[in-house]
Structures are given as C-alpha cells and as structure tokens.
C-alpha cells in the first residue's frame, strides 16, 4: 500500500482539473471544497476559452486555493498529459466522456489519485481500460472515487442498506426511469469548423457521449446494479430511437430508450430514459421486492416495513470529494472500480440493445471491440459522423444497424 504522506492533514494536496466545462468546475469547486489543505494548480481542456472561464469562476468561489498560473492552464488534446505530468497529487477528470478512460489509465500509471467523471467509458473496450486501471489503481494503493455520486448520498445510503438487509424481502423487478428535457445546445458560429461544433455539443453525438443510457440512465443502473449486489445480468434487449427532438437540438443521439435486463434470479430491470421537451420528466428507482416496496431517491419503504428516512441531510456531491481527500490522508484508499465498471458495463449493454434491435448478452457485450468512440483526436482529423443535405445527421436504426 502507499505511504500515507498526508496522514498529518497539513501538507497541500495539489490537484489537477481535466475537463473545464460546467461539470468540471463544479468537481473542482468541490474537490477545493472538501480539504481546506488543497490547491488547484493545473487545468485542461481543448478550447482556451473553457480554461480562462473555469478559472476565473473557481477564484471566485475558492480564492487562494485556485493557484493556475498562465503556464499551467493547458490547452489541447494533449492537455490532460500535461496537468498529470504538473507535480500534482490528486486529478479530476470530468471532460467529454470518451475522454473518461484513458485518461483515467494515464492518470494511474503516472501515480495519481483520482476522481473520474461517469461514464467512465462508452463502449466495452474503453471499459475494459477502466477495469485494468483500477485494478492497477488497487496495486498501488491509489484513490479512484467515482462521480456515480448516488453511491454517496446518505438517504440513498441508509435506504439501500436496509434493503440490502431484507427490508422489502427479495427482489423480483426494478423500475429505473431518468426522463428529462435535451440539454443545452451551443449554437453554431461562422467560425466553427464541423469538428469543433461537434466538440462543443458533444453530449449530442454519440461518438464523444455514448447517448443518453450511459449519459443519463447509468445513474439510476447504478442504483440497480447496488440493489443486486452487483451481479450482472445475463442478458438483454430494448428500444429506442428519435421520435421529437429534431432540428438543431439533437445531433446524432436518441431521444428516447428503453431496456428490459434480465438476470439469472429470474428478477428484470426495466430502465426506461427520455430526453424531450414538452413532456413529462422523472428520476426515480422504484424496487419492488417480497415483502414491500423501496423509493431510494425520496429514501421511503412500504410493506411489512413502512420507513422513511428522518437522518441528516448532506450534499452527495461534497461528500464524494471529502472521502476520497480523507481517505488519502488516512492512507486508507477508496477504491469505486468493482462499481464503477459493472454499472457503467450495464449501460453500454443496454445501449448495444437499443441501437441493434437484438438481444445481447452480458459475455458478448463485454467481450465486443465495438467502439463507439475513435483512438485519435484531432481537429485536423475528419468528423466521425456529418450532417446531411438538410442539416440533421443519420442515427442508428434498430433491426438494421451492426454494431463492429
């Protein structure tokens, strides 16, 4: 295991941000946030003025702890190598997720603890990366906290270990629903080439986000995946595709899915995400079990058992940060991987289905070389996908598409 130098708590944890959009500032906001004995002193991203924007927002909120100098805010695709070669301790990572995976392995090999952004890969060879370096992570005693941020929530925490305790009986099917409005679009300028609009609204093209399972269901999987002690399912199959978001809000991604998992207990998961305007919205994780009923999110349980949780109320998103900072300090490491790559795993199964039409198994999904992503970026490289003649772009069709 590693020595734990900081074990005193009064030596500065130097931390690096890859990733200067709106989630990465917040990460770091809170990361900064978590530790009073910490400095951001690096930042990455490949648009300029991601960097400039994030860091005068975290001088704002953090003061003295952001201590970027010019020369260690980084710009470009080789960025992220950069802030992990800065002398930092500790790496955020929370950038377009294709990105998630190797700089996740980047970050481990160099001896870096880290905190990664979900999804923590979009297709299954990135997520085998994420299993090599998180097991990699264990040999050497490293940090990897996950920004599956529900694992960190105390209703959710309690409400599950009651569960997990027979509360509700044996599970016999999940309800995991994620419905809400597209997000934002950045609009189009003269000066953009195709590459960097799609850079810029990456979370609307399949390539760069994965779609909207691993975007935006992965954290209701998750919460599943926990439910089921973490047993995979064997296998599935859903639908999906783009039925009202068209035009400029929507780049290549669906609008809507649905996936039906099933495992070898006999129990089903239905997850069912939406991202409509106009329409009905819901997060929820409904499991139903034996003896009774449990609400995570709104941490309740009815049947043999009626509770409700009556505890402390705290941000999840805080406490991610305060235990991975602590548990560097203490020199006892968190490490999320087991999680982080089964749930993540679920989702891009669930993804193969949709896109597909067939029905998958847990071994085929895994063992696929299907990339949803590219190896190489550059923005002298041609775009992966390109608009058609009426300005849309082609998505994947269901019966006919194949996944290679």
């Not at 700089?103 to 880290?114: D, E, P, Q």
């Not at 990366?129 to 105390?154: I, Q």
């Not at 068209?246 to 669906?254: I, R």
């Not at 550059?378 to 608009?387: A, D, G, I, N, Q």
Request: proline share 5%; aromatic share 10%; charged share 25%.
């Amino acid at each position: 295991m590693q020595r734990a130098i900081y074990a005193a708590g009064d030596d500065v944890l130097k931390v690096g941000l890859i990733g200067c959009g709106g989630r990465g500032t917040g990460a770091a906001a809170q990361a900064l946030g978590a530790d009073p004995h910490t400095k951001l002193i690096a930042m990455a991203d490949i648009f300029e003025d991601k960097v400039k924007g994030s860091r005068n927002q975290l001088r704002k909120i953090r003061g003295e702890q952001v201590a970027v100098d010019d020369d260690h805010c980084f710009v470009g695709f080789d960025g992220y190598q950069k802030v992990i070669d800065s002398g930092v301790d500790v790496v955020v990572i929370a950038c377009t997720s294709t990105f998630h995976a190797p700089y996740l392995r980047a970050a481990v090999a160099a001896g870096k603890h880290v905190f990664v952004e979900k999804p923590h890969a979009i297709d299954p060879p990135g997520i085998r990366m994420v299993k090599e370096a998180c097991d990699e992570a264990r040999r050497k005693g490293l940090s990897v906290v996950s920004g599956l941020c529900w694992r960190y929530s105390p209703i959710v925490r309690e409400t599950m270990k009651r569960v997990l305790d027979g509360a509700i009986g044996d599970i016999v099917a999940i309800q995991e629903t994620y419905m809400r409005g597209p997000y934002r679009l950045v609009e189009r300028r003269p000066e953009y080439s195709e590459l960097e609009y799609q850079y810029r609204n990456w979370y609307h093209f399949r390539w760069l986000s994965g779609d909207d399972i691993p975007q935006s269901l992965l954290h209701c999987l998750d919460k599943a995946c926990w439910a089921l002690h973490e047993q995979p399912p064997v296998k599935a199959f859903g639908l999906g595709g783009r039925s009202s978001s068209f035009g400029a809000v929507y780049g290549d991604v669906f609008d809507h899915h649905s996936v039906v998992y099933e495992y070898a207990n006999g129990v089903r998961v239905f997850g069912n995400c939406r991202a409509q305007t106009g329409c009905y919205g819901e997060v929820s994780d409904i499991l139903l079990g034996t003896k009774g009923r449990a609400d995570l999110i709104r941490g309740q349980i009815k049947g043999e058992t009626d509770w409700r949780y009556k505890g402390p109320k705290a941000n999840m998103y805080d406490i991610e940060h305060q235990e991975l900072f602590a548990s560097i300090r203490s020199g006892r490491p968190i490490n999320n991987g087991d999680y982080m790559v089964n749930s993540t795993m679920t989702a891009i199964l669930g993804q193969m289905v949709v896109y597909t039409g067939k029905q998958i198994t847990w071994e085929q999904a895994w063992k696929s070389n299907w990339k949803a992503g590219r190896d190489e970026h550059s923005f002298e490289l041609e775009p992966p996908v390109k608009p058609l003649p009426d300005g849309t772009y082609p998505v994947p069709v269901p019966g006919v598409t194949q996944l290679k």
